[in-house]
């Protein structure tokens, strides 16, 4: 069975089609490159021993899109990353998120239709909850979706509401949206993983980068939110766990186990760590002491959130198996990989 990975030389997408690959699937890969390198293509082809079709374009040119499913018409399944993603820079060219991040996704879904291609999972995001009331922490799925608080949290809102509204509008297609919680980490054989244009604006790839003296400081946006020891809590997830999730959204469409032709599903841990605990597990896991300071809170940061993963466990019958060691043992095997150039990108 073939699928569509669009960004699949992205991060969450490269460890993705390893995971597809490694079950079974072929997989025809687009990604226009604009934040991620060619490079994964044969990344993914040492891993796996087989490589994935590759084609760069740009999914918003509805021209190329379209031609690219009339050459593939074996395609049985699309699940859509390519995006950008960076929240800052949304604010401050929300135009350049709108058009990408909205116009590719209705290209695809419109050339899924033509072609009769019935399955999409789409790449959402717990920023669709914004700071949950404390009723819904856990956060279900059925939580309430808050104003979204950037043009990138808006994108994913937004297509959400267009696969549901086509789904409901003609019953061809099928959609599954994964609201991931916070991917880290990197695959066991450190050959793919994280890689931030420039100054990341995550936390891991930062505390990796500032272990290995890329950084002078790790800068701990805050301790005196109403937290435990102070700083905010998310919902680590290892990029494997994540990608399996996709597998297994894909496997539920496939063998015809949907209750709804659109689901939706939290795809997190259920735990929730501080950002205090990330760094004493960075600590631990690779020995190093980590510089840091406590610096003022940056704006918009919501407090706390962790998924409720119930349902995902249930349905999807897909659990994270992987923990917080796990996850900073695995970021950083890749850094220092990726630093002493052992691996193919640039
Ligand atoms: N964070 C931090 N310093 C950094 C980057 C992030 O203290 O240099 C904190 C941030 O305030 C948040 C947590 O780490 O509490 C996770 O931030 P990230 O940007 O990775 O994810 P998001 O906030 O989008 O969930």
Redesign the pocket.
């Known amino acids: 069975m073939k699928i569509l990975v669009t960004g699949g030389t992205g991060y969450i997408g490269s460890h993705t089609v390893v995971e597809l690959m490694q079950n079974g699937f072929d997989v025809v890969i687009v990604d226009a490159l604009f934040n991620s390198q060619a490079k994964a293509v044969d990344a993914i082809e040492k891993i796996v021993g087989r490589r994935p079709e590759f084609e760069s374009f740009d999914l918003t040119c509805r021209k190329k899109t379209s031609d690219f499913f009339d050459r593939h018409t074996d395609i049985q399944g699309v699940i859509h990353f390519a995006a950008h993603k960076a929240?800052g820079e949304s604010v401050k060219e929300p135009l350049k998120y709108y058009r990408n991040n909205v116009i590719s996704l209705i290209n695809i879904i419109d050339e899924m239709s033509r072609h009769n291609v019935q399955n999409l999972v789409f790449s959402s995001s717990c920023t669709v909850y914004g700071q949950p009331d404390p009723e819904f922490l856990p956060i279900p799925e059925h939580a309430p979706i808050k104003k979204a608080e950037s043009p990138y949290g808006n994108t994913k809102q937004i297509a959400e509401s267009i696969i549901a509204d086509t789904i409901k509008a003609e019953d061809k297609i099928r959609g599954i949206a994964l609201r991931y919680f916070?991917p880290v980490g990197a695959h066991e054989s450190a050959m793919i993983g994280e890689l931030p244009n420039g100054v990341p604006?995550?936390?891991?790839p930062?505390i990796t980068q500032t272990a290995y003296g890329i950084r002078p400081i790790?800068?701990?946006?805050?301790n005196d939110y109403p937290t435990p020891d102070g700083?905010?809590i998310?919902d680590y997830i290892h990029i494997m766990d994540l990608a399996k999730a996709h597998v297994a959204a894909i496997r539920r469409m496939t063998d015809g186990r949907m209750k709804k032709n659109f689901e939706i599903f939290n795809i997190g841990t259920g735990t929730g760590y501080s950002?205090l605990d990330v760094i004493n597990s960075f600590e631990k896991t690779s020995g190093v002491k980590l510089n840091y300071e406590i610096a003022p809170r940056?704006e918009g940061?919501?407090i706390k959130v962790w998924a409720d993963p119930s349902f995902s466990n249930r349905e999807l019958g897909w659990k994270a198996e992987r923990n917080l060691d796990d996850m900073t043992r695995s970021a950083w095997k890749w850094e220092q990989a990726y630093r002493k150039g052992e691996t193919l990108f640039e």
């Open positions: 929240v916070n604006n995550n936390l891991m930062y790790l800068k701990v946006f805050g700083t905010p998310r950002v940056r940061d919501t």
